[in-house]
């Protein structure tokens, strides 16, 4: 009893707290029992531990929510990423839906991760960017071969007729003199459609001495083609044609000896012989 009597004693026991300043003022005395300063000592003690607590869980959100935000657009890239794959997938599947090397030109287009550290998801990324540019390589390949699938020749002018002057040196039927023949004759009945055998745009389409009604398309990549000794010229200069297209109609205008399509292929400048071009079968 005596020691709890003491012990209540000596925490009550006034003491003097002096306050000394740097400049020329007198000291401060401040009188407290013992226990006040001891609750003041423990509040501030306290107080700096709080403070200390919450800056240090302020620290760690921050740290988190950088971390979650990389990883939210990390996911965002990705998720766009996948999306196009998804698109060329679904291009690809229409593309090769097709049997023929033909019908696939003719139909391109001109259209949950568990827990990753930032390399991982970088690794990811790559992996994706690549497969994508990869896939866009291929789809730029496609496109080309398709340009060139469209302007290259293929096929008869007409769907009725068959060749009654190859190419090459021959005597002429009118002037009955040897003269080097740069096309194909294609006999058939007058009036017959004549198709233009590529894509491509009409540069030429009026009347040209002894080969008559004449229609020239360039094609592009090199390619032109003409035809000669229509009866009535069905388009114009500047017009826009597709392969199969009708351009005119047989006839026998110009220096000819009957109702016939005098057909040629130049590529660079230079005629060919358009048979190899004729023979090709189109698939539809």
């Not at 568990?114 to 998801?121: F, Q, V």
């Not at 040196?169 to 294609?186: A, F, M, N, Q, T």
């Amino acid at each position: 009893m005596k020691k709890i009597k003491k012990i209540l004693v000596g925490l009550f026991s006034p003491i003097t707290v002096m306050i000394v300043p740097h400049n020329n003022n007198k000291p401060i005395n401040i009188k407290m029992p013992s226990v006040g300063l001891i609750l003041i000592i423990a509040l501030w003690a306290s107080f700096t531990v709080f403070l200390v607590s919450v800056g240090k869980t302020t620290i760690q959100y921050y740290e988190q929510k950088e971390k979650i935000d990389f990883y939210y657009n990390q996911f965002l890239e990705l998720g766009s990423t996948i999306k196009s794959l998804q698109r060329s997938e679904t291009q690809f599947r229409q593309i090769f839906a097709f049997k023929s090397r033909e019908k696939i030109l003719e139909n391109i287009d001109d259209t949950a991760w568990g827990s990753l550290d930032p390399d991982d998801m970088k690794r990811i990324k790559a992996q994706i960017e690549e497969t994508a540019n990869t896939v866009g390589e291929i789809r730029d390949y496609l496109k080309q071969e398709r340009d060139i699938y469209f302007a290259t020749p293929l096929g008869s002018p007409i769907s009725n007729g068959y060749i009654s002057s190859p190419f090459g040196w021959r005597i002429h039927p009118v002037s009955h003199r040897e003269e080097y023949h740069k096309g194909l004759d294609i006999a058939a009945w007058p009036g017959t459609p004549v198709k233009a055998t590529a894509d491509g745009i009409v540069v030429f389409a009026d009347n040209r001495g002894g080969s008559g009604n004449l229609v020239i398309i360039a094609h592009g990549l090199g390619f032109s083609t003409c035809y000669a000794h229509n009866r009535k010229i069905l388009v114009d200069v500047g017009q826009k044609v597709k392969r199969g297209d009708v351009i005119s109609l047989v006839g026998s205008t110009g220096d000819t000896t009957g109702p016939h399509v005098h057909y040629e292929v130049w590529v660079n400048k230079n005629p060919v012989d358009p048979e190899p071009y004729y023979a090709k079968r189109i698939e539809r």
